[in-house]
């Protein structure tokens, strides 16, 4: 898995062999991310790590081995930085005239210059404590000595924005970018939610219209039935006076003729 984590520091002492490859004795190693591929990370067939808890040491062992650093130049300065990759990690080491070889192992995305400025400031410190010691020390002893030293690097170049200004600014700019994400989502958010507001509102207002409408023609519709049946109960009333008083009329009528005729 390519990432940006700083995994591993280790010291060598590179002894030159006549007519062989140097004989590369690793004196301390401090694994900063201890089981960081068995819980985190795949093994792969490039990777620098076995996945079988032997660690980094005689991986980059051989590759040091198998193409030595340079020197600084000067008396107590490392230099000759060399830089070698895998399918997940990569490996920045440097060395000084004495045959004190440093290197750091770190994830792909780790930069680089960083790791360099990285193994420098080591260096400085450790070649001054340590200096005399590792020109004649064992194999591995020097570990449980270097420990508060490499750790204390280790710690101070993980945090890639604490000590590189690029860095930095790229984790700004990541920031910013993500905020700005995170704003056009809110916007267009908003946005579709203020058009389905107003969507149902222009149906609100149809339907309001629909009913209106529907409201007048229905007491239109009440008036005309009022009417016809205002009209059918005058004409019902006329009718029965008239069953009533046309029979009356009739026989009064008959009565006023029959005493004119006694008289």
Avoid: W
Avoid at 123 to 135: D, H, I, L
Avoid at 136 to 147: F, G, I, P, W
Avoid at 185 to 210: C, D, H, P
């Amino acid at each position: 898995m390519a990432d940006d984590k700083l995994r591993s520091v280790m010291v060598y002492r590179i002894e030159a062999q006549l007519g062989a490859s140097p004989s590369v004795i690793l004196l301390a190693n401090y694994d900063f991310m201890t089981d960081y591929e068995a819980h985190a990370g795949a093994t792969t067939e490039g990777t620098l790590y076995d996945g079988r808890g032997k660690g980094y040491s005689d991986a980059v062992g051989l590759v040091v081995s198998n193409d030595p650093p340079g020197t600084g130049g000067e008396s107590e300065t490392i230099g000759g930085f060399k830089v070698v990759q895998s399918d997940a990690h990569q490996v920045v080491y440097g060395g000084d005239s004495d045959g004190l070889c440093i290197s750091v192992v770190t994830g792909l995305r780790y930069p680089s210059r960083v790791a360099t400025q990285m193994l420098t400031e080591l260096y400085a410190e450790y070649k001054q404590t340590f200096g005399e010691e590792a020109k004649t020390a064992e194999e591995k002893t020097l570990t449980r000595k270097s420990k508060s030293i490499l750790s204390k690097f280790c710690k101070k170049y993980a945090v890639l924005q604490s000590v590189d200004k690029a860095s930095m600014l790229v984790q700004k700019v990541d920031s910013v970018k993500s905020q700005m994400q995170d704003n056009i989502a809110t916007m267009l958010s908003n946005m579709e939610k203020s058009e389905s507001i107003s969507s149902q509102a222009e149906q609100l207002n149809e339907q309001a219209s629909v009913f209106k409408k529907k409201g007048k023609e229905l007491k239109k519709q009440m008036r005309c039935k009022n009417l016809k049946m205002t009209i059918i109960l005058s004409v019902l009333i006329i009718a029965i006076l008239l069953i009533i008083l046309v029979p009356l009329i009739r026989k009064a009528t008959a009565n006023a003729g029959g005493n004119n005729g006694g008289n």
